[in-house]
């Protein structure tokens, strides 16, 4: 595997359910990213986390956790959520933090009925 | 505010002539800009940067791009379009009081017809 990479592709989930995406990157990197990509909107960047350490919530409801147990995985855990969540989930890394280009996951797509 | 600004949600251009993707941005200090483009059912991925130095930045599969400070622009330019440059094209400024947060514009959707 190269680069980095995301499981599942595609989740349906209903609004009761808990399901956890895995994010992996092989480059090496020390900052690891979470985005929401709605359609026609700006990325939302979730969380992001530097040497395991989590720097950044952008006011994410807490149905969404995510969990860096590494610095080469990061994981969003996911429970009770609402159809509105349905978006592309995409995970990113950085070499390092500041100013740095990221290198994304091909997302999952999630459904939320 | 800070902000990125693509003001064109599509840009039609046929295989062979040049294309020009805009952006537009606001943000405090020496500005950090990025392109990344997303291939369908694909993730984004990285085309060109700008941080300092020369104002003309090239990048992946023949994209450059051209940094205008007084008129606070990163436009995406390539000089002949291939079909298979289709795909969403998004920029980037990093965010000057974060460090490392970006600040995405909305993407443009780029048509090359053959």
């Known amino acids: 595997e190269t680069g980095v990479t995301q499981t599942p592709r595609h989740l349906v989930m209903g609004m009761t359910n808990k399901k956890s995406l895995k994010c992996e990157q092989h480059?090496?990197?020390?900052?690891m990213y979470w985005y929401k990509q709605s359609a026609k909107k700006p990325l939302e960047l979730m969380f992001v986390y530097s040497l395991e350490e989590r720097v950044e919530n952008n006011s994410v409801p807490s149905r969404f956790s995510p969990e860096c147990p590494n610095s080469s995985h990061l994981f969003l855990h996911l429970h009770t959520l609402q159809p509105e969540d349905s978006a592309l989930y995409l995970c990113?890394?950085?070499?390092?933090?500041?100013?740095?280009?990221?290198?994304f996951g091909p997302g999952t797509r999630l459904t939320v009925t | 505010a800070q902000s990125v600004a693509q003001p064109e949600d599509q840009v039609n251009v046929a295989e062979g002539n040049p294309l020009t993707v805009k952006c537009t941005y606001s943000v405090s200090g020496n500005p950090y800009l990025f392109w990344y483009v997303q291939y369908p059912n694909r993730g984004l991925q990285f085309l060109l940067k700008y941080i300092t130095g020369d104002n003309l930045v090239k990048g992946s599969y023949g994209f450059e791009a051209e940094f205008n400070k007084s008129q606070t622009s990163f436009h995406l330019k390539k000089p002949s379009a291939l079909v298979s440059d289709s795909a969403l094209y998004f920029c980037?400024?990093?965010?000057?009081?974060?460090?490392?947060?970006?600040?995405w514009g909305a993407g443009t959707k780029l048509i090359i017809k053959p």
């Open positions: 480059l090496g990197h020390n900052a």
């Open positions: 980037a400024v990093r965010d000057s009081y974060s460090n490392y947060q970006l600040i």
């Open positions: 990113a890394s950085s070499q390092e933090l500041a100013g740095r280009e990221q290198y």
